[in-house]
Structures are given as C-alpha cells and as structure tokens.
C-alpha cells in the first residue's frame, strides 16, 4: 500500500479547477424595482453564479435624459440587495468620466480577475438592440450572455450578432419597468407592489420622483 496517499493526492492535484463564475449586472436601476430584484437571483441561482455584481451606470450614452443622482441611486439598490447572498455593488461606471460603455467595464474586470467566466445579464430589448454597442463584437467573445425574455417571447436579435458566435444563457423575466414606477410617483400612486419595501421607503424619505404639481 506504501505510496497510495501521494498517488490519491496526485490524482486530486490533477483534476480540473472549476473557473469562478462571475455575473455582470448593469442598468441605470432609476428606481431600482422588483424586477430587477427576481432577475438577479434566476441569474445567481440558475447560473450557479460565484458572485452577482450590481453595476449602477454613470453617463450611458444611449440615454437622453437626467439620471438621478448616482448617491440615490447607489443607496436604493443597496436597500434592495440587503441580506441577499453573492449580490454585490460595484461603483466603478460612476466614477468613470465619459459615457459608460460595458466592453470597457468587462475589460476592467477580466484584467482584474482573469481566470474568471463573466456572464453578462441583459434584458430582452438590450439584446435586440446589441448591435448598436459600443466594442459589441468585442464584447461578445468576453462574456456568456444571459438574456431575460418575456414569457411566450423569442428574443429578437440582430442578423450581425445572431452571425457571431456567442453563448446564450435565457432568462425569465418579469413586466415591470423603472419608467413605470416613475410615471406612478409622479401621479402620487403607490409603488409598493413594484418595488422592495425598503427602496419604497428610501423613495418616500428622500423625497425622490415627486409628484407632478399638474398631475400630468
């Protein structure tokens, strides 16, 4: 029997690593609502995700209006992210000058952490609109793309992005939309159904989303 115990560790030494798998979860999150919430632990849970990190966005440059300020908004999905295992806030498109782009951020990441499989979580119409992505080839051959898509509902997807290769992951998804949750603050209405209680109550004190004086 004399040398089993090195063979047995030799044998273990051998065997393949598993990479860590790291999710990538990235939005303007003005408000942070539920589901955005439910989306993040599919993604944790059915990917089997080492970790899951919130990416508020500073200056997206495919958005035309005023985000709210990035304090607020930071704040609000750490109330909602609380407790939650493997969910983490990475500020980094905040502190960024310039418009944010993803390719920038997922190469940030995997010069930080290589080794690591970074899974990319987006919606259904972020996917369809992929091809407009600044790097979006780029990007493709960094990540595993993870797409949330409305039930009954092939995801729609550009012939240049449907041509390159690229891993897909699908995602349920639930109807619900920060415009949405906005649109319902501004008229005076609860949101209480469309966002965790304590982002509700953070809205509430900080006076976020005020009602529209007109009611329009």
Same mark, same amino acid.
């Given at each position: 029997?004399?040398?089993?115990?090195?063979?047995? %560790?030799? =044998?273990?030494?051998?065997?393949?690593? &598993?990479? *860590? @798998?790291?999710?990538?979860?990235? #939005?303007?999150?003005?408000? !942070?609502?539920?589901?955005?919430?439910?989306?993040?632990?599919?993604?944790?849970?059915?990917?089997?995700?080492?970790?899951?990190?919130?990416?508020?966005?500073?200056?997206?440059?495919?958005?035309?209006?005023?985000?709210?300020?990035?304090?607020?908004?930071?704040?609000?999905?750490?109330? %909602?992210? =609380?407790?939650?295992?493997?969910?983490? &806030?990475? *500020? @980094?498109?905040?502190?960024?000058? #310039?418009?944010?782009?993803? !390719?920038?951020?997922?190469?940030?990441?995997?010069?930080?952490?290589?080794?690591?499989?970074?899974?990319?979580?987006?919606?259904?119409?972020?996917?369809?609109?992929?091809?407009?992505?600044?790097?979006?080839?780029?990007?493709?051959?960094?990540?595993?793309?993870?797409?949330?898509?409305?039930?009954?509902?092939?995801?729609?997807?550009?012939?240049?992005?449907?041509?390159?290769?690229?891993?897909?992951?699908?995602?349920?998804?639930?109807?619900?939309?920060?415009?949405?949750?906005?649109?319902?603050?501004?008229?005076?209405?609860?949101?209480?159904?469309?966002?965790?209680?304590?982002?509700?109550?953070?809205?509430?004190?900080?006076?976020?989303?005020?009602?529209?004086?007109?009611?329009?």
């Amino acid at each position: 029997m004399a040398g089993t115990a090195p063979a047995i %560790a030799a =044998a273990r030494d051998a065997r393949p690593t &598993v990479a *860590p @798998r790291i999710g990538l979860f990235g #939005g303007s999150f003005d408000p !942070v609502h539920r589901a955005h919430v439910q989306l993040a632990r599919q993604a944790r849970d059915t990917l089997g995700l080492d970790e899951l990190r919130w990416l508020p966005a500073g200056r997206p440059w495919q958005k035309a209006r005023t985000l709210t300020a990035a304090a607020h908004r930071l704040a609000m999905i750490e109330q %909602a992210i =609380a407790g939650e295992p493997k969910f983490v &806030v990475d *500020p @980094r498109e905040i502190g960024r000058d #310039g418009p944010t782009y993803t !390719v920038d951020t997922v190469r940030e990441c995997r010069a930080e952490r290589p080794g690591v499989e970074w899974v990319l979580v987006i919606g259904q119409d972020q996917y369809a609109g992929l091809h407009s992505w600044q790097g979006w080839r780029e990007l493709l051959g960094l990540v595993t793309l993870a797409v949330a898509n409305r039930p009954g509902v092939a995801p729609a997807v550009d012939p240049e992005v449907q041509a390159l290769p690229h891993r897909l992951v699908p995602l349920p998804m639930m109807e619900v939309s920060s415009s949405e949750v906005r649109e319902r603050l501004a008229r005076g209405q609860p949101v209480d159904h469309l966002v965790p209680a304590a982002v509700a109550g953070y809205i509430a004190r900080q006076g976020l989303y005020r009602p529209n004086p007109t009611g329009s």
